[in-house]
């Protein structure tokens, strides 16, 4: 909304102060994007430098100048530290630039048979549901909110079995759908989920095709959600600690049987959640 009142201002005023207000624009987006958070501690996750990953490097190893990656800094001195997300889908040059070279992974394929038709021809109540949820939880992304006391590794959220991993290339009923960006951990009904770390409900939801939904906000930019439950124990806007109960295993949503789909979010992007729990 502010970029574009930026830019009506912009194509409203004379041409030499448009130009003028067009590099200051650049300028100060190109600077935006530079500046980082700073976390206190230093304890983040091993470094895995793969889609789905994280960098963990001392600042002066990587061309710094050139930074214009979501990061956050930690330590001090010759010890200051860059954190920063790998996103799936990113693009490898922009890391490059840095010095940092993204190891390739290659991904299995995964077929699962959605028979509820509801899921299959969605309707256009259903369709205008979930567009409202999809801002929603855009919403809740974009939110800021306090939190405090992440420590890592992250705690496992319930008890299970692993059905699918992080980044699996979906299809379901043999057509291609997006890779599935979070982790399966299969559990009976009733299975007990936990926090993994302390922070802030951001939302607490029945969703289309999450089902009964959590999002946390953490500390340092991280989030954690948790899809599928069959009973939600916490509201929006609650503080959680690590390892506080918030709900229950379930089937809720678009699923083939009863599990917890588990995402990790470090600067809004999905990354592989086994590289930061127990
Ligand atoms: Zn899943």
Redesign the pocket.
Known sequence: MLLLQKFQKLYSTPKLLKVKSFYFLVFFLYNCSSIPLFSDKCDFPNQALEPGGIINLIKNDINHNLLNIDYLECGIGNNTRIIAPIPYNSDKRLFEVLGIQIEEKSFRNSYIKITDKKFNQISKVDLVRIEKERKKYIDSLEREYYATNLDFPLLTPTKGITS?EYGVKRFINNVQRNP?L?L?IAADIGTPVYAVADGLILLSENFFYRGKFILIGHDNNFKSSY?HLSKILVKANEQVTKGQLIGLVGKSGRVTGS?L?FEVLFFNKKLNPELFIQ
């Open positions: 699918s599935h979070g399966d899809s599990h789909h």
